[in-house]
């Protein structure tokens, strides 16, 4: 029998600390804070709190897009959680998403901080604070909501699924990389069919349901996550390769991917974002060469 198939649950369920995988250090079947921690607060009304992956860049490239349509009012500092070392379980992060997850947006511009918590309802808070990104006509509101929403079901299975099985966890188990390598396959022939007769995913508008999939569904189709690019044959979605490519040349989403971003080249890295200068003055190659602006 094989190590895969030799498992067989006990009739209760305990946590095993050293399960392995690569986020076994951070995973814990308890909410809440494990330590005390308050959030930094900068200039702006929109404090950001995350981390540049696709989740994170969501958010960042929405800040980036409104900036770009010129409201002054989407300034934000965008501050780094590291959620490797446990930043969200920091109390200021608990107070501002319970979940424990990046990103976590506070708003500071009314008469009491609100807090929005989840990507898919910071994007649609946004969108309807500047009334952007979003179709006013009914139908095609509805339509974007609807893929926007399907984002939000759709990527756990892409990320938590076939990403962990198939790149992260201690072992391979051909079960679970073949359910989860044929969910993301079906997944992109979902948004391959759509993108077929429609420029971007709710129409003809570039909308908050276009910034939600890319970082998840360009990144897959473009090979850029998991190294699961010629597993997946993701060149063989033509027509969402199309669609990445356009949003991916956009400034304003170059700009987001650039925001809270630790990994890859030093010039692509703007770790904390407080102001728009920032781009030209902080990455991390001219931060580690020794000469920020200051
Ligand atoms: N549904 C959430 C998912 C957020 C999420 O999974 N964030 C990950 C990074 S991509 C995270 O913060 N993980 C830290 C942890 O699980 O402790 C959203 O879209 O905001």
């Known amino acids: 029998m094989s190590s895969e198939t030799a498992y067989s649950p006990p009739s209760v369920w305990h946590w095993n600390k050293d399960s392995g995988g690569r986020f076994a250090n ?6 809440g804070a494990t330590h005390e921690k308050d959030l930094p607060v900068g200039r702006h009304p929109l404090q950001l709190y995350s981390l540049a992956t696709p989740n994170g860049v969501k958010v960042t490239v929405m800040l980036e897009e409104l900036l770009a349509l010129g409201h002054r009012g989407a300034e934000y500092d965008a501050w780094l959680i590291e959620i490797g070392k446990g930043d969200q379980f920091g109390s ?3 107070a501002a998403n319970p979940n424990s997850k990046i990103p976590a947006l506070m708003d500071h511009s009314g008469t009491k901080p609100q807090r929005v918590f989840e990507s898919g309802a910071i994007l649609l808070y946004l969108a ?3 009334g952007a990104f979003l179709p006013t006509d009914p139908a095609k509101r509805t339509e974007a909501l609807s893929w926007l929403f399907w984002q939000m079901g759709s990527a756990p299975y892409l990320g938590g699924g076939f990403g962990h099985f198939y790149a992260y966890a201690p072992i391979k188990i051909e079960y679970a990389i073949d359910r989860f390598a044929m ?3 079906r997944q992109l022939d979902v948004l391959d069919k759509q993108l077929a ?15 939600a999939i890319w970082p998840w569904y360009g990144g897959m189709a473009k090979g850029l996550l998991y190294d699961g690019g010629e597993f997946l044959q993701v060149q063989d979605y033509k027509h969402v390769n199309r669609w990445a490519d356009a949003i991916g040349a956009r400034p304003a989403v170059k700009r987001g991917r650039m925001v809270n971003r630790m990994q890859g080249d030093p010039k692509s890295q703007l770790r904390e974002r407080h102001d728009a200068s920032d781009f ?3 990455t991390q190659d001219k931060l580690e060469g020794g000469t920020p602006a200051s």
């Open 26 to 31: 951070i995973n814990r079947p308890i909410a």
């Open 92 to 94: 200021g992060f608990v």
């Open 128 to 130: 309807e604070k500047f």
């Open 183 to 185: 969910e993301t396959k």
């Open 197 to 211: 007769d429609n420029e971007f995913m709710a129409g003809d508008e570039y909308s908050i349901a276009d910034i």
């Open 280 to 282: 030209d003055t902080r």
